[in-house]
Nanobody, 127 residues
Framework: QVELVESGGGSVQAGGSLRLSCVVA????????MGWFRQAPGKEREGVAA???????SYAESVKGRFTISKDNAKNTLYLQMNSLQPEDTAMYYC?????????????????????WGQGTQVTVSS
């Protein structure tokens, strides 16, 4: 009954910005954490940013200072503001959420921590 729906992807020039959105449809019981992951062709899915239920954030070193994760709890929507985009950021971006009432075991940017996944939204950055 839980569905995550991403939007906001597209094609931009290097140095440009995009804002991704993820709406949580349905209900996750208890406090839960959310994150953004990305996967380029032929590469593993990697954690980009995460936000726990207390508002704490984590970022991959490659995006720190350029990306900002935030959440509007009233709208059940997670955001990823991406600035200074580079061709290396080109990937399918996925929104993810943990089960409610649990906490991280390995870490906030580890994909196995997450149980619910969106279908992905494509981000393409051209030079």
């Amino acid at each position: 009954q839980v569905e995550l729906v991403e939007s906001g992807g597209g094609s931009v020039q290097a140095g440009g910005s995009l804002r991704l959105s993820c709406v949580v449809a349905g209900y996750i019981y208890g406090s839960y954490c959310m994150g953004w992951f990305r996967q380029a062709p032929g590469k593993e899915r990697e954690g980009v940013a995460a936000r726990d239920s207390d508002g704490g954030t984590s970022y991959a070193e490659s995006v720190k200072g350029r990306f900002t994760i935030s959440k509007d709890n009233a709208k059940n929507t997670l955001y990823l503001q991406m600035n200074s985009l580079q061709p290396e950021d080109t990937a399918m971006y996925y929104c993810a959420a943990t089960y409610g009432g649990v906490w991280y075991v390995e870490g906030p940017l580890v994909k196995s921590e997450y149980n619910y996944w969106g279908q992905g939204t494509q981000v393409t950055v051209s030079s």
